[in-house]
């Protein structure tokens, strides 16, 4: 059984950090293309990052490009969003979730590819 689970949301000033991690438990980790999405109160989720199973190629929205940063731990079992100057627009339930499927290095990233989701960790960032 696989299962996902987020931390590291919080609450941060505007221009702050946070670091959230995902840690997944069950199936072979390098087989896992990884990702993370969020979803604000009204809006549509939308997709934030994703990572092959190499850790070689990497996807960002427009949005969080040149202030996020995906990585995967494979020894940890664990996927990490890295996200500095942060901005009231970024508040958000941020989701990390698995696919398998992809090759080592061409990852499918779009949502409703993904079969294996966390709960989600709140990330509220305050002007």
């Known amino acids: 059984q696989v299962q996902v689970v987020e931390s590291g949301g919080g609450l941060v000033q505007a221009g702050g950090s946070l670091r959230l991690s995902c840690h997944i438990s069950g199936g072979y980790f390098d087989l896992y293309t990884l990702a993370w999405f969020r979803q604000a109160p009204a809006k549509e989720r939308e997709d934030i990052s994703c990572i092959s199973r190499s850790g070689g190629t990497t996807q960002y929205a427009d949005s969080v490009k040149g202030r996020f940063t995906i990585s995967r731990d494979d020894d940890k079992r664990t996927v990490y969003l890295q996200m500095d100057r942060l901005a009231p627009n970024d508040t958000a339930m941020y989701y990390c979730?698995?696919?398998?499927?992809?090759?080592?290095?061409?990852?499918?990233?779009?949502?409703?590819?993904?079969?294996?989701w966390g709960q989600g960790t709140q990330v509220t960032v305050s002007s």
């Open positions: 979730a698995a696919r398998r499927g992809d090759s080592w290095d061409v990852p499918k990233c779009t949502s409703s590819a993904f079969r294996f």
